[in-house]
């Protein structure tokens, strides 16, 4: 665990056990998340809330070089087997990256994307949020509302929403990555406990556009598992929704398999 490596060699490590299978991409495309649960010691974890509880403000961009610590969050074979699945197996980690502080008595931020608001059915980007700590639902978990990466709506009326009836709070165990989809919509919830809640967030980017599919492909297990872009709901929604968002995960599943879309739904 304390052998650190460069990001230059982010991409070789061994990732190919953990790919994943038909059957969690087609969760990703539907709902829009993947969770890892990693198997950091509860005090490699603690080591890097220590550390960041011990920086002189916040770093922005320079938390990797701040904690370098989380170059092996970013390298565990589950995170680059996810990653590697969702982006091609040449995708990048981006210069962007926070320290997302949640302190005691916070306030709930608005819903919004860190995406662009843009319907449209590829994976570009995705976000990779670890936790350093339990996240209870007392301590400000990330909410995040599956399914709405398909969805748009102008940031400042997004903001105006309270609660969606299928909202999901990430609460997760320490030294979970969870891995979005840039789009989705989510926010950060008040934290009514009594530490301070970390939360790491990098971005990844594809590189190439998929041409052939990189996770752990079995036509037969794909061709079962395929209804379920159709009939799935990641979400109470109207049926006009539905129909759109439909069109969406098709499209994505093709794209992603390397075959060419016929055109770009905004
Ligand atoms: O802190 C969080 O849980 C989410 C923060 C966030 O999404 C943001 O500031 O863009
Ligand atoms: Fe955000």
């Known amino acids: 665990m304390n052998n650190i490596k460069p990001s230059s060699e982010l991409?070789?490590?061994?990732?190919?056990?953990?790919l994943l299978t038909d059957e969690e991409m087609i969760t990703f495309v539907i709902h829009g998340y993947h969770i890892v649960e990693t198997d950091f010691t509860s005090e490699f974890n603690q080591s890097i809330y220590d550390e960041i509880e011990q920086l002189d403000g916040n770093p922005g961009d320079g938390?990797?070089?701040?904690v370098p610590k989380l170059?092996?969050?970013?390298?565990?074979?589950?995170?680059?087997?996810?990653?590697?699945?969702?982006?091609?197996?040449?995708?990048?980690?981006?210069?962007?990256?926070?320290?997302?502080?949640?302190?005691?008595?916070?306030?709930?931020?608005?819903?919004?994307q860190d995406g662009v608001n843009q319907r449209h059915y590829q994976i570009q980007t995705v976000l990779a949020m670890y936790y350093?700590?339990?996240?209870?639902?007392?301590?400000?978990?990330?909410?995040?509302?599956p399914g709405t990466h398909f969805r748009n709506a102008p940031t400042d009326q997004m903001a105006t929403y309270t609660n969606f009836r299928h909202q999901l709070p990430l609460t997760v165990?320490?030294?979970?990555?969870?891995?979005?989809?840039?789009?989705?919509?989510?926010?950060?919830?008040?934290?009514?406990?009594?530490?301070?809640?970390?939360?790491?967030?990098?971005?990844?980017?594809?590189?190439?556009d998929p041409d052939q599919p990189w996770w752990n492909h079995d036509p037969v297990t794909a061709k079962r598992e395929i209804h379920r872009l159709d009939?799935?709901?990641?979400?109470a929604c109207s049926q006009s929704d539905h129909y759109k968002e439909r069109g969406l995960r098709r499209q994505m599943w093709l794209h992603l398999?390397?075959?060419?879309?016929?055109?770009r739904e905004e």
């Open 257 to 263: 398999l390397g075959r060419k879309s016929s055109k």
């Open 132 to 145: 350093p700590q339990d996240v209870n639902s007392d301590m400000g978990p990330t909410v995040i509302v």
């Open 11 to 18: 991409q070789e490590c061994n990732f190919v056990d953990y």
């Open 231 to 235: 009939s799935e709901r990641a979400g």
């Open 71 to 112: 170059y092996q969050v970013y390298q565990h074979p589950k995170v680059n087997g996810a990653l590697a699945s969702l982006l091609g197996h040449h995708y990048e980690m981006s210069g962007h990256r926070h320290c997302h502080v949640n302190p005691v008595g916070s306030r709930s931020q608005g819903w919004h």
């Open 63 to 66: 938390i990797l070089d701040a």
């Open 173 to 208: 165990k320490a030294g979970t990555v969870a891995i979005t989809h840039y789009d989705i919509w989510h926010a950060a919830s008040r934290n009514k406990g009594d530490r301070t809640r970390y939360m790491l967030k990098f971005l990844f980017n594809r590189k190439n």
